[in-house]
């Protein structure tokens, strides 16, 4: 599933609530509290159409991909307060072997039901057009709507886009709402390319690419790497 910036706007009561790793215990809470995230976003409507079961499902979407994904190849960043979380593939992780493939999907095709078919449609026009060069991938991120306009989803993309910076490592994302680009703009990422959109089948789905900022140049970013998508 695409990403989903927590609505960033400027607004009194920002937080500084400390950011902390995912915990096992946390998966219950943090798969409701981005299902109300995602409530509304066009791939969670796509992958979930029937309003009766949305929420229900999507939150059974989040609490697998926590424990079959992020838990097991990747890492995952919140609050102590529980108000958000983001969800990161390193860039060193080996894709899954065929058994651990097999695996994963018959685990989650009981969640998708009778709409597999459009998941896989989905990721397979996505997995064509990931880059091939070695990035740090933000697989999710969302905050609670209650708790959205507070600075939270900035600092959940801070702790690990520092350490990349450090590292001089790009990331890469996938947005499925154009009016969140500006929000990953300010923090350096850059649309690189798009699919789905009107007679493809699939929601419009925005490739955004951010690489590295120098240590000495906070407010500039490399462009020579940008890999083509799209």
Known sequence: ???????????????????????????????????????????SCYLFPTPRSHLRRLE???????????????????????AGA???????????????????????????????????QLLDVLERVHPKVEH?????????????????????????????????TPAYLESSKEENLPFYGRVGFEVIGEVGGPGSGIPRIWLMWREPKPADDGSSTTRAAHPSAG
């Open 60 to 82: 059974r979407y989040f609490r697998w991909q926590f424990e079959h994904v992020f838990l097991r190849r990747g890492e995952g960043w919140t609050t102590d307060d529980l």
């Open 136 to 168: 740090c991938y933000l697989g999710t991120i969302g905050t609670d709507p209650d708790r959205q306009g507070r600075g939270i989803g900035s600092l959940l993309m801070r702790v690990v886009l520092d350490r990349l910076d450090s590292a001089g």
């Open 86 to 120: 983001s969800l990161w593939i390193p860039p060193v992780q080996r894709p899954p072997s065929a058994a651990e493939g097999l695996l994963q999907l018959a685990t989650v095709v009981p969640i998708l039901g009778r709409h597999t078919g459009r998941a896989l």
């Open 1 to 43: 599933m695409g990403s989903e910036p927590p609505g960033e706007q400027s607004r009194p009561g920002a937080t500084s609530a400390p950011v902390r790793r995912v915990r096992p215990e946390d998966v219950g809470a943090l798969s409701a509290c981005l299902a109300r995230a995602f409530a509304d976003d066009p791939v």
